[in-house]
């Protein structure tokens, strides 16, 4: 079986999108540029969705839900904003079907059923938000308002590709509401670190945090923090975005509130959001040429058991041998599959479950019952062990915890070594031919010459880390004087 | 505050609008029959999509995800359906919106960017999961498939109600194909049952299951499986569906398995769906003129806790006794909030727990902490207890189970009492008229005569109940012989 997939080597590109395929995450639909999320890969989506959930909930945000219809006059009220969106919306004018009279058996849309007003459907929802917002927040106890939305959203990209870059993708949303700069700047940064946890520690991907460039600002934002991962290609992927909006927002749908000494002000806004890109983060990270490797603490099974046995009474002794082996890793929270169905062979449901990236493989024959051990496979390594089954539930859940653990350092070691200094222009475009990753180099502050660099090496600026040193220099490619070095790479 | 809210005497449908927005579930939205749903409300709905979602984990499904949208092409496959949908369908026409040159800072749709093929916006999802399955089905190994998935869908609506019926709402539809229809059918079943568990014994709602007359089946359907419950103003209310679909989807869109024989057979389905309507039906069945009354199964907030105190000295006295009452609460698994917010009244407090349905509300002032006793509240009779702060957790456990069970009771005495057999056409209009709810009257089986007795009497075939008893009668129309008895109501 994963002789079916391009190696990376080979085909980079195609290696993601059979992996994809074959391990059962996503498929492409009959709808240009949308895909349809397979139940393995929804419950990774699942896991990934419910352990951010508890974090915005642990911060205080509560979840609501709003239209996914933005009326037209709406949607442009926030000029910037509307501006930045408008080349990928998807518009609906019409509400009703007809019977073609020309077509038998089929329909058209209904001339007469034209809508007054166009209706876009959200590519994000500030704009439908704000205009409710408005009539929630009067006086300065109606704040914050600390509300997130977990929705699709269509954003019609010309070039898509699985989870990366889709028409339609699943995201959250947060939209927080405040009556000073300082509370929303706060929130902006409190959420940049709740997103950077959230991949480091139970997506296993480490990432960079920074401050994106005016030109790579979300639109209708005054500042847009990010969190930047590493691909294995040594392409940079953003991993998330959390935005300080000023009071953007709420000039636009006026929104104003009463503070203690009964003055009007304007609101304070943020927003923050991530994406089922992650799951093309993710895989793209971590995978090989067999298949998915995921990270145990997100992985929709943990650890696969799979018999290998001649007639049924080899079967039946092994499956009572390991009810008890599943029971005890259940005990301890641990999500286990014992695949003893007969339709595969046990090297066919091997290949599989490396294909889909089960962190921990047990297998377990009749020679090992009279043994009293099982072999224990980490999918990370491919080390196989043969490990007594006294203690076996224990000897699961550490490996587990080392296995999360490992694949954190090996991509944090990964990101390190490719984080380089480049102190002039060919050294700078060798770098992201020739090593890729983040090439760290002085930059002149312009927008003209991040546009310049951009169109002459493909590379953009990723972000300006937090904290960053700073530095006197000259900027790579126009000589001009830099105070500090900001990160470019080629990105997704 | 609770003045605010008409009475249901006054006028019922008024009462129900204002508990909606007072309450704080629901508002009004600038999208045309769209709600934005607020955070109490959106807790209620998690707290009840949690539930299901597990009953539904546990009766064997997975939950995936299909495109938003569906091309025409696709959606017309299933004539029968189509039909069904065709005149509320919101449709996308165009991908982008461009700057207007006539008006500056507004935008129009770009008209060079119109779609070849329209894109229906999901009213339901058979057509663009069944065109998937088709990839999916080849073999009678890769059945039965059983898929849910929690989304939004559009249905264009002319007359809107918040909850009840809104143009866009969230729901659940599962999705399943099975190799035979025996199998389907007791799918098709089995979550009819799941459905009535889940109403009546997390809602307190109790239903009568049945089936559709083939006038009110699902477009597309061979049979429609429904629960009916009954709400305050003697108005039914179909609080759920669930459908065997037998081969339409599977001929539409060419969707064949090899048995074990070798041979291709098309595939048997099912699909089944309940939606934020069941929030409708739960504030209309169970709420006061004071307010929502919620079922503590599924409430957001169980335990509500007031201080009465005067002076700072008072209110860190009881404070500091109130935490070790939230902290046993807490430890048997029970929702509580300590509201010692100095913006409002205890009044004040109290008529907003009311309004918003919180189960019990506890109060407890300073010589409350003299006597070792505090003030409980039921919220669903108004009866007040003074009970001893020894064992204060284990009397609020029982009483939230007491609440949930008289809450179901109390539903169930009135459904009973408002199933009424009708034997003539003068009853039968009489009983609609004064009394309400369901009249159970003898029907010719025919759909002119459903159709002539809806233009009539405003009433509709809610469902013929399953094991219904067979029993010789004439219709209550046409005089014509019928071999049992349906139940007729006036519905939402």
Redesign the interface.
Known sequence: MSKEITSRAQDYSQWYNDLIIKSNLA?Y???RG??????Y???L??NMRDVLDKMFKDTGH???????????S???AE?KN??GF??????????????DPNNK???M?DPEAKLEE????RPTSEA?IW??YK??IQSY?DLPLL?NQW??V?R?EMRTRLFLRTA?F?WQEGHTAHATAEEAIAETKQMLEVYADFVENWMALPVIKGVKTPNERFAGAEDTYCIESLMQDGKALQAGTSHFLGQNFAKAFDVKFSDKENKLNYVWATSWGVSTRLIGALVMAHSDDDGLILPPRIAPLQVAIVPIYKGDDQKALIGEKVQEIVKQLKALGISVKYDDSD?NRPGWKFAQYEMQGVPVRIAIGARDIENNVVEVARRDTKVKTSVGMEGIAAYVKELLDDIQLQMYNRAKEYLTSHITPADNWDEFVKLLDEKGGFVSAHWDGTNETEDKIKELAKATIRCIPLNNPQEEGVCILTGKPSKERVLFARAY
Request: net charge negative; with cysteine; proline share 4%.
């Open positions: 498929d639909s009959a709808v949308c895909m349809v999320i397979k139940p890969g929804f419950a989506w699942e509560v979840n609501a839900y709003f239209p996914l219809f933005v009326p037209k709406l949607f442009e000029e509307a501006e408008a080349k990928e919306c998807a518009v609906v004018t019409h509400y009703r079907l007809k019977a058996g089929k329909l849309v166009e209706l876009v459907v439908i205009s409710t009539g929630w106890r509300i929705v699709n269509v019609w339609e699943l339709n």
